[in-house]
Each structure stands twice: as C-alpha cells, then as structure tokens.
C-alpha cells in the first residue's frame, strides 16, 4: 500500500475519533441523567483505546499496548460498580 494513502486514511480516521470524542463528551457534560453520564463515560474509554489502536498503526509502535490493557479494566470495572451501585434518578 502507498505510504501517502495509509496517512490519509490514518487521518481520516483519527479525524473521526477527535469527532466522536467531542461528541461523547457533551453528552457526558449535558447528559440528562446519570446513566446516559455512564453510558458516555464508557463510550469515552471505549474510544480512547481506539486512538491509542490508531497510533499503534500509525507509528508502528506496540509500547502503549499496556495502557490500552488497564484502560479496558478500567473502564470495566467502572462500568460494573456502576451498575451494582447505581440508584434511580428522582424523576420530576
């Protein structure tokens, strides 16, 4: 594959990802309830590991695989206290 075209879709993608980052993150700030804040924040951690899948393949290097390893667990573990301790909104 032509080197040129790789950065461009590399760019492609990672414009995508600051995109849908910007996104998740109004709907973690504006989100009207705290399980769509969960939701967000899950999402959140879900696509930070993508940007760091993004540049493994744009820098060819794996030094960040463990970081990637204790985001997922975090974002895991996060997810699962969450749903155990999580109480209803007071609906108005």
Known sequence: MD???????????????????????????????????????????????CVLALYICWTIDTTVVNAMIVIALLGFIASLSVARFRRRDDIS
């Open 3 to 49: 080197p040129n075209l790789y950065n461009i879709f590399l760019g492609i993608a990672a414009a995508f990802l600051v995109a849908s980052l910007f996104i998740i993150g109004w709907r973690i700030v504006v989100g009207p309830n705290s399980l769509d804040r969960v939701l967000g924040n899950d999402a959140f951690t879900a696509s930070l590991q």
